[in-house]
């Protein structure tokens, strides 16, 4: 059974003007441990795309399916436990909180499942990106690419089977995110994690083991690169 | 268009606009805060502003007013209207009586009425014809809002007797003097057997004749009168309880600003907040040309926004609240000063500017700080740097080192002397007390954030941390929310520790005071300073009871000294009865009970001796008898009954210059070996159908806790005005925290937080903010009841109050003020709840 299965999902917003589809009639499949990567232009329906497959939204018509259930059939709390349980964010901005030190940040996940030993896995996690001597740190006493590797090993604290990243690189410079990427990749390949990752760096794209082209909210172009 | 408005519209206005609960919030503050203000100003001046002397009534055409402790003879009259000058005298008998027994007290004032001046006085064709006078039986002339016409048949209690009378017309209100609706007018005559004064005037009215000052034909009355009696214009009583009065209107006053102050936090803090908020668009501006100035201007302009919406409502506000204050007022009024009747309410045009001035004003001022801030903005580091999270810069030494010169200034402050009765220096010590409890906040809640989080997050979970990192992460609005609540809490409890150490010592006091058995006055809801009279043979024949031991005489007069109504009273001071009275410190009771009797001595309460500065040992000159008597103070006593204060002397001695033996109360001690009931029932029996009361010790206690407790009704609405604007205050603070941080809410939902996780943040946070403002509220509110009680009580009021905890009481307000701060939580959690994650990461 398939980690991941996006069956003829489309999703459409309701704005004060017009309706928009952000995605039309997309389906995928992704399995354990696979890196796929999302690439089209902005607003393409990138992110949307994300945000279905981990679980934060519903789609307008077609169904999600997460390990096998379907995320249009769960309660807010269910979906909110799905979250936790298997399914890991990161951002192109980070997304750290600033009033939390670096292991706390990577705690949260755990703290708000109530994980036991929160503190020993997150220090361990920060260990696998090598951020283990800035764990009592705020955000703005780190760099941009500390920041994502903390960011990262928030991600992965809870065991998640889907990697969500949204232009993971997109802030950092050439050669930090030539770094975080490696990272990244290593990371997710470590814990035989899916990784699904929007981009616009060839970079990242030249990783993946498969390459999958949204253009106006459809899947244009599916190419296996591995 | 202007442009100036145009920005105004467009970078003030609209944002404002967008967020219209967290904008009707702060507007709702201002109002209530200008609105409680004007409130109180307005019922303040209906209840004891506008106070009229119920017994000047109908005085309205006399110049001078000739009056004398216990009445004057009325053969004087014989003798005045012999002087060489065209004086017109109107005699005058002044006393309360009661509609059927019950009710208000009316008051019921004798006239001549065959002279044409005195029908006058009653306006022409109220006494249609002199012959009413004789055609009707007991004729009475009474008010129009009584609700009684021509031909009805009352009944009055009047001291310890029901009359009854026959309404011979109704006044007509010409000139809407005060009072006047509510009085009854009879014949001297017939007045003069109603009170049983018969031979006696209470005053007697003067019209002078013109071409000379007044001030010459006072002069000139003095002369020729006995020195005993007193010559004053005509208002000099009104005045004088205006004058007593004003000492509890200004405090009142005081109390009702307390809101405001409050709300002056909270206008900072929505303005501070609208700065960091819109730090990028400040930058865009500055870019795009505009000066420091325009910026400064733009954020003043909000806060008079709020400063004139809110007072604009806090008018209609205060107006609606002034009819439930003036009845409180009204109480208090009656309880601890003097009959009085509240006056309609109105708008006052200063009343309404100085309200309205205090609203803008303080709107304005708390404002200054974050605008005089957004002005410094530089246009490219803020547009950098783009929306910055709200952290105010807290140098936390610097403060510390304020807040412990504030504390000890404010401290200082409180040893000075009170300015003309006023204690202007222990208020603005609270003031220096409050600014250092904020100046030394920040420290507190960083102290509070860095011990108790681990704690917390280990009692409540991660919840609890993420709220305790919030508050700390953005400690300038932590401690401007926590100081403005801490300060509604601090007013509430120093206020409540002051009320309940005062009900304390008055119980304590009533314990040893009150050592009676049983208690008798005439019948009718008599204020302070009124004081009907009971046949004599009463006391008489009630001592004479055998199962009776002791019975305490006691009668009091309505005096004025040096300005100031007291009140003269002589009671029987053996060593049985009067054992129980408490002196100050120092002083001999057992010695000073001996010697009271002995001559013209005087014992004086401890109210009356703070005012007029009398100590063992002064001498207090009292007109009395045809001639002016000096009695020596022998010592100063505790009491708690009136704020004017009492000059005891002993009944002989009263006698011998009074000689009227009729009683204002009677305390009754019955033999252990007796049964209290039976000897009640045989009082009963004594006393007839007159109207007097019986109380037993225990309900003449109950009652007095029951009038004491009404009294302060006033002062605990006025801290509930202040919890509410607090309260309002954190709901509008967080639900703009909430609206600033939905990126972190955002973020924990991608993060796995459920939803109820998110709205237990906030309510943590609130409970966070109400559990630092109690705790600072308790301390701080400590800290003001010892200076209320022992210097701006002491300094107003002159009581002694020993200081006591109210356990249940604060208990019970701080819970609810806990409860109310949490609960100010739920809707900007739901904000939080109902906001979108994706859309608000998505924007990010």
Known sequence: ?226 | MNSGWLLFERLILRPLLREPVRTALTVFAVALGVGVVIAIDLAGQAAAGSFHSSLESLTGKDDLLISNTGGIDQNLLGRLVQLPYAFRFSPRIEKFAFLNGKGEALPFIGLDLISSDAQDEIRPGALSHAADLLTTGDPVWVGSRLGLHKGDHVRLLINDALHDFTVAGVLKPQNGEIGEENVIVADIGLAQKATGKTGKLDSIGVRVPPGQTLGFWTDYLRKQLPSSLSVEPQGARTEENRKMLAAFRWNLRILSYIALVVGAFLIYNTISISVVRRRNEIGIVRALGADRRLITFAFLAEALFFGVVGSAIGLVIGRAMAVGAVGLIGNTVQALYVSSQPAPIEFTALGVLTAVGLGLAVSLLAALAPAFEASRVAPVEAMARGREEYVAAVRSRVMVAWAIILLAVGAGLTNLPPVHRQPIFAYIAVLFLIAGTSAIIPSVVALFAGTASSLLERLIGVEALLAMRSLRGSIGRTSILTAALAIAVAMTASVGIMVGSFRETVSLWMNDQLRADLYLRPAGLSAIDQHPTMSLEIAEQIAKLPGVSAVDRFRAYPITYQGLPATLAGTDTTFETSASTKFLPGENRDQILRRLSAGDYAVVSEPFANKHNVHTGSVLTLPLARAERRFTVLGVYYDYAAESGYIVVDWNTLMRYLPDPEVSNLAVYVKPSEDITAVRRQIDGIIGGRAVLVFSNATLRAGAIATFDRTFRITYALEAVAVIVAVMGIAGALLAMVIDRRREFALLRFLGAAKPQIRRIILCEAGLLGLLANGIGLLLGTALSLILIFVINKQSFGWTIQFHWPVPLLLAALTGIYLATVLAGLYPGQTAVRMNPIEVIHEE
């Open chain 1, 1 to 226: 059974m398939a980690l991941l299965e996006v069956r003829n999902v489309s999703k459409v917003y309701r704005t004060q003007s017009a309706p928009v589809a952000a995605l039309r009639n997309v389906s995928l499949t992704v399995d354990c441990g696979e890196f796929v990567a999302l690439v089209g232009k902005s607003g393409g329906g990138k992110s949307t795309l994300l945000n279905l497959c981990g679980a934060m939204d519903f789609p307008t018509a077609g169904e999600v399916l997460i390990d096998g259930q379907a995320t249009s059939n769960l309660s807010d709390a269910a979906l909110t436990r799905l979250r936790r349980e298997r399914v890991g964010f990161i951002f192109q901005s980070f997304q750290l909180l600033h009033t939390l030190t670096a292991v706390e940040n990577v705690e949260l996940p755990l703290l708000l499942a109530r994980t036991p030993n929160a503190r020993t896995i997150a220090r361990e996690r920060l260990y696998r990106v090598e951020m283990e001597e800035y764990a009592d740190r705020f955000p703005h006493q780190l760099s941009g690419g500390q920041q994502q590797r903390v960011a990262i090993a928030r991600a992965l604290v809870h065991d998640p089977k889907l990697l969500l990243a949204d232009e993971p690189t997109g802030n950092l410079d050439t050669a930090t995110g030539e770094t975080v990427l490696a990272l990244l990749t290593r990371a997710a390949h470590d814990f035989e994690v899916a990784l699904i990752m929007a981009t616009h760096s060839n970079e990242n794209v030249a990783l993946a083991d498969r390459v999958l082209q949204l253009r106006d909210g459809r899947l244009e172009h599916t190419a296996v690169l591995r």
